[in-house]
């Protein structure tokens, strides 16, 4: 992998972009939010808090996130993992994690049965954590809760919304938020170069995740939710100190090599997916396969 020699910076938030050598070739993904808007892809809901049905009729395959927020429902989910849907899937389950806890019913004009829109990614390391590493519902609705609170702070608002105080799309959505995430997307919307594949983090001057994938189209593609996750991560920190960017490329590269000879725990998920979770002493890297593909997909570190 390359580092782009000099880092974007916007407030707080600072990317570092990665590339790969050309010739890596991966399939033209669909991904969710591109599918949900063209109906090329539906998320059902099934009654169980932590399982949807996810069904891909398009013709090319989709590649959804952990982390990936779907609206709608009876409740507000995230994706609980990375998961590739062959094309003319059928209905497949799929495992989620609420994201709004106090709502169990049809919101407004939304169908209670289907979802309506993925236009936003999970923000928090610490939430990114519970959903890939820990797993746990009760710790997603303390990191939902925290994120929220820190966002209230830093804009000296309250970052829950009325019509569903636990929703975090919702918080996302409020208009000081979305009015603060406009100071980051300046500088940093059309930063990326052309060859990139993904983006190192700092908030604060201090690393704090990385995301990177098989090829640039896919990048691009996801580009947007990981900005804007990032963006809405720094602002809830605009009130932590701040530190030292790191001094050359070498730091950053050894940041992304720090856990990747960690023992790797393996899970594959039917049909296509395989999954390899390391754990350093202050880093998660999770890793995603496409069984049918040569080269990972999706690299994802976080600091702990």
Request: with cysteine; net charge negative.
């Amino acid at each position: 992998m390359k580092i782009q020699d000099t880092p974007t910076s916007a407030l707080n938030l600072t990317a570092w972009f990665v590339s790969i050598p050309p010739g890596q070739s991966i399939p033209d993904y669909t991904v969710l939010e591109e599918a949900m808007d063209t109906q090329t892809g539906f998320l059902h809901e099934t009654g169980n808090v932590n399982e949807l049905l996810i069904e891909n009729p398009g013709d090319r395959d989709l590649f959804i996130q952990a982390g990936d927020i779907v609206k709608g429902g009876r409740q507000d989910r995230t994706l609980g993992a990375d998961f590739i849907v062959p094309a003319k899937s059928g209905k497949v389950p799929i495992p989620v994690f609420c994201v709004e806890s106090q709502r169990w019913h049809k919101r407004e004009k939304e169908s209670a049965m289907l979802f309506s829109k993925s236009s936003s990614f999970t923000a928090s390391k610490k939430l990114r954590a519970a959903i890939n590493k820990s797993k746990s519902q009760g710790e997603v609705w303390a990191s939902v809760e925290e994120e929220q609170v820190k966002m209230s702070a830093s804009l000296g608002i309250s970052a829950k919304c009325a019509a569903s105080p636990s929703s975090l799309q919702l918080s996302y959505e409020k208009k000081e938020v979305t009015s603060a995430l406009k100071d980051y997307l300046g500088s940093l919307e059309s930063a990326p170069n052309p060859d990139a594949v993904g983006v190192v983090w700092a908030i604060n001057g201090k690393l704090s995740h990385a995301d990177i994938y098989g090829g640039p189209e896919l990048f691009r593609k996801v580009w947007k939710k990981l900005l804007q996750a990032a963006a809405y991560e720094a602002i809830g920190e605009r009130s932590e100190p701040a530190s030292a960017l790191p001094s050359d490329i070498a730091e950053v590269s050894a940041w992304l090599e720090e856990s990747a000879a960690a023992p790797s725990e393996e899970e594959n998920l039917p049909p296509r997916t395989r999954l390899s979770t390391r754990k350093a002493k202050s880093q998660l890297r999770f890793e995603t396969h496409d069984t049918v593909v040569a080269a990972p997909i999706h690299l994802s570190i976080l600091a702990q």
